[in-house]
């Protein structure tokens, strides 16, 4: 079946330290991926996303590309900030070949901390 | 503004009790997402409706139930047959299904419900 898988957290880090995020998936058909970023007390906000393979999605300076070889979406950004201190969630949006589009499938979220 | 709202922020409930959660957009949204959160599981979807009048079960249906009578409104009910309901509860909505946009999902800031 879909699934993701986002790597265990929690991922601590310095400010200006280079982050990424590994995020695979299973799926049938044609997925689109996204990030969605949580900080806390509060709902998701959607920060990047992919419809198709070899699409590079960018917000706010962090990027992720969409690597169908390597079934892979994973987060990166050069230089993190104590703001950017949140819970990040991979999902992915399975379509299947009819074209008719699935829900949501979300990984289990990956808890990052930026130190001053 | 446009938004999602989720009212009330924290809830408590004795143990036994119905509790119906609040969740109202004005984004003109077709598509309206319940999804329950649990530490180290991700997002779990409970119920979604793509349109008004109908809804359909996600993968953690049981002991709670939806309506959908307006297309602004979405509410859940988490009855006494939900073994174990304390949780983070979390809104969503999109525009309705055969879109490009379909699974950018906006979230509204969540409710916590607590079973005394």
């Known amino acids: 079946g879909n699934s993701v898988t986002q790597m265990e957290g929690p991922v601590t880090l310095s400010e200006e330290a280079f982050l990424t995020i590994n995020c695979t998936y299973t799926?049938?058909?044609?997925?689109?991926l996204f990030w969605y970023v949580q900080y806390p007390g509060e709902g998701l906000q959607l920060l990047l996303k992919?419809?198709?393979?070899?699409d590079k999605g960018s917000n706010k300076g962090f990027e992720a590309t969409y690597r169908k070889e390597t079934t892979s979406f994973h987060l990166e950004k050069g230089s993190v900030q104590v703001s950017d201190s949140a819970v990040y969630f991979c999902a992915l949006a399975y379509m299947n070949y009819g074209g008719s589009q699935g829900n949501l499938i979300f990984g289990k979220g990956t808890k990052l901390s930026v130190k001053p | 503004d446009g938004g999602i709202t989720q009212s009330p922020k924290y809830l408590f409930r004795k143990e036994g009790q119905n509790v119906t959660l609040s969740c109202e957009q004005n984004?003109?949204?077709?598509?309206m997402y319940w999804y329950r959160q649990d530490p180290g599981q991700g997002l779990r979807l409970i119920y979604y409706?793509?349109?008004?009048?109908?809804?359909q079960k996600g993968d953690i249906a049981e002991g709670y139930s939806v309506s959908r009578e307006k297309k602004e409104s979405f509410p859940l009910t988490v009855t006494s047959a939900q073994k174990n309901p304390t949780a983070f509860y979390l809104c969503?909505?999109?525009?309705?299904?055969?879109?490009?946009?379909?699974?950018?999902?906006?979230f509204g800031p969540g409710t916590r419900l607590t079973v005394l």
């Open positions: 969503a909505s999109s525009i309705g299904q055969g879109t490009r946009s379909y699974n950018e999902q906006f």
């Open positions: 992919a419809t198709k393979a070899d």
């Open positions: 409706s793509q349109i008004v009048n109908d809804f």
């Open positions: 984004l003109n949204h077709d598509a």
């Open positions: 799926a049938t058909g044609y997925p689109s």
